[in-house]
C-alpha cells in the first residue's frame, strides 16, 4: 500500500554536513515545475536556515515503469548537481548557490535512498516579494531585481549554460546584510549545457510552455546553441521584465493581442507568414505594459522590450550589435540600461521627497 506521505516522518531528521530538517514547505497554488521534488526548510547548528530540495523517489515507485522511472530521475538529478557546481566555486554572484548535494541512504523512504539538494534561503519568488498594487514607490527594486536577473543569465551563458525556464518563480529574493533586496537566478534543472547533453536537449522545449518564445510555440524551432537557448533566455527576460512591470507575462499579453485564427494553438502554416502579425500584437502588447508605467521611462523600455521579445530569433536583441558590435545575444546593453533605470528611478523619489 502506497503511502499518502512516505516523507513526513523526514522532520527533524539529519541529513547532510550537519543540516537538521525542520519543516515542509507546501506548493504554492498555481505553480509549475516540481513535480518530482518535495521541499523543506533545514537548518544547521549554528542556526542557519536553508532551502532543502528532496528528490521523490516515491513517483517512481508508483509509476508504470519503476525501473525506467528511477533511471530518469536519477540522470535529471545528476545533471542538475552537475549544473550547480558550476555554480558552487563562487563566480557566479546572481545564480542561487546550493550549499550542499548528496544521495543517503535511508530505510524508510522509498527506494531506501534519499536524494537532496540544500541551497542558500531566499525570502520567496518575485510573485510572492512584489506589491500586487504598483504604486511607482517600489520602482527601483523592480529595475534592481530585473537587473540581477540578467546579470545571472549572463553568467550561465559565460559559461556556456543556457537556462531554458526563466519565469516569475525562478527569480528568488534574498535580503543582503544591509537590507536591499537582491535577486538570483533560480534551478538550473532543465538548464542546457553546451558541453554536456542532457534528454532535456531533444525536447521540443525543456522549460514551461507558458513561458516559452514565439518561435517555439509555432514549432518553427531554430538549431545551434545562441540561435535556439540563448534566444530562448532573452526572450523570457523580456516576458519577466513585461511580469515585473506590468503584472502579466509577454506570452499572455501577446496571445490576447492575437487574431485568434493566428494564435499558436490555432495557426498550422509557415511561421513566416504568420510573424509579421505576431510582431503587431508584441507592440500592441509592449505598449500595454508602457502604460503602467512613469512617462520618463517608457523611451527607455520601449526599445528593451522590443529587442528582448522579437519574434525573431535571428534579430533578438538586434541593438546590442548595432550599438557595440557585438553578438545579439550579449546581455551588456540591457544590464547597463536596467541599471540606469534603478538610479533614475531612485533619484525621482528622493528629489519628489
Given at each position: 500500500m ?12 539529519s541529513?547532510?554536513a550537519?543540516?537538521t530538517i525542520e519543516s515542509?514547505?507546501?506548493r504554492?497554488?498555481g505553480?509549475?515545475?516540481g513535480n518530482?521534488s ?11 536556515s ?6 521523490d ?8 515503469d519503476?525501473v525506467a ?7 535529471d538529478f545528476q545533471?542538475?548537481?552537475a549544473?550547480?557546481d558550476v555554480?558552487r566555486d563562487g ?10 548535494a548528496?544521495t ?5 523512504v522509498p527506494m531506501?535512498l534519499?536524494?537532496?539538494i540544500?541551497?542558500?534561503p ?7 516579494v ?11 527594486m523592480?529595475?534592481?531585481?530585473l537587473?540581477h536577473a540578467?546579470l545571472?543569465i549572463?553568467?550561465?551563458?559565460q559559461?556556456?549554460?543556457a537556462h531554458?525556464?526563466?519565469k ?9 546584510d ?5 535577486g538570483?537566478?533560480?534551478d ?6 553546451l558541453?554536456r ?5 531533444a525536447m521540443r522545449?525543456?522549460?514551461?510552455r507558458?513561458?516559452?518564445p514565439p518561435e ?7 538549431t545551434?546553441?545562441d540561435l535556439?537557448r540563448k534566444g530562448t533566455?532573452?526572450y523570457?527576460l523580456g ?8 503584472g502579466?507575462?509577454m ?5 490576447d493581442e492575437?487574431?485568434?485564427s ?10 513566416s507568414?504568420?510573424e509579421?502579425?505576431?510582431r503587431?500584437?508584441t507592440d500592441?502588447?509592449?505598449?500595454r505594459?508602457l ?5 520618463w521611462?517608457?523611451p527607455h523600455?520601449k526599445?528593451l ?10 534579430t533578438r536583441?538586434?541593438m546590442?550589435?548595432?550599438?557595440l ?8 546593453r540591457v544590464?547597463?540600461l536596467?541599471?540606469?533605470?534603478r ?5 525621482r ?5
Amino acid at each position: 500500500m502506497a503511502l499518502a506521505d512516505p516523507y513526513g516522518h523526514l522532520i527533524g531528521k539529519s541529513i547532510g554536513a550537519g543540516w537538521t530538517i525542520e519543516s515542509r514547505i507546501p506548493r504554492a497554488p498555481g505553480s509549475t515545475g516540481g513535480n518530482f521534488s518535495i521541499c523543506f526548510r533545514v537548518r544547521n547548528a549554528a542556526g542557519e536556515s536553508a532551502f532543502c530540495k528532496v528528490l521523490d523517489y516515491h513517483t517512481a515507485v508508483t509509476s508504470p515503469d519503476p525501473v525506467a522511472a528511477l533511471q530518469q530521475m536519477t540522470a535529471d538529478f545528476q545533471h542538475e548537481v552537475a549544473n550547480l557546481d558550476v555554480v558552487r566555486d563562487g563566480s557566479m554572484r546572481r545564480v542561487v548557490l546550493a550549499l550542499e548535494a548528496a544521495t543517503e541512504s535511508e530505510s524508510s523512504v522509498p527506494m531506501s535512498l534519499l536524494s537532496f539538494i540544500i541551497f542558500e534561503p531566499a525570502d520567496g519568488d518575485i510573485r510572492v516579494v512584489l506589491p500586487a498594487t504598483f504604486t511607482g514607490l517600489e520602482l527601483p527594486m523592480r529595475f534592481a531585481l530585473l537587473h540581477h536577473a540578467v546579470l545571472g543569465i549572463r553568467e550561465l551563458h559565460q559559461a556556456s549554460i543556457a537556462h531554458q525556464d526563466v519565469k516569475p518563480s525562478n527569480l528568488l529574493v534574498m535580503t543582503s546584510d544591509g537590507g536591499a533586496s537582491e535577486g538570483k537566478v533560480a534551478d538550473l534543472g532543465r538548464a542546457s549545457v553546451l558541453s554536456r547533453p542532457s534528454r532535456f536537449d531533444a525536447m521540443r522545449f525543456p522549460g514551461d510552455r507558458s513561458y516559452a518564445p514565439p518561435e517555439i510555440l509555432y514549432d518553427a524551432i531554430p538549431t545551434g546553441f545562441d540561435l535556439r537557448r540563448k534566444g530562448t533566455d532573452l526572450y523570457q527576460l523580456g516576458s519577466l521584465t513585461a511580469f515585473v512591470l506590468g503584472g502579466s507575462s509577454m506570452q499572455a499579453l501577446v496571445y490576447d493581442e492575437l487574431d485568434p485564427s493566428l494564435r499558436w494553438d490555432a495557426w498550422s502554416g509557415p511561421y513566416s507568414d504568420v510573424e509579421p502579425a505576431l510582431r503587431d500584437a508584441t507592440d500592441r502588447a509592449i505598449a500595454r505594459v508602457l502604460a503602467v508605467v512613469p512617462d520618463w521611462a517608457r523611451p527607455h523600455l520601449k526599445p528593451l522590450l522590443a529587442g528582448l521579445c522579437d519574434p525573431n530569433p535571428q534579430t533578438r536583441n538586434a541593438m546590442n550589435a548595432r550599438f557595440l558590435n557585438v553578438s545579439n545575444y550579449e546581455l551588456g546593453r540591457v544590464i547597463t540600461l536596467l541599471d540606469r533605470l534603478r538610479s533614475m528611478a531612485i533619484l525621482r523619489l528622493v528629489t519628489a521627497a
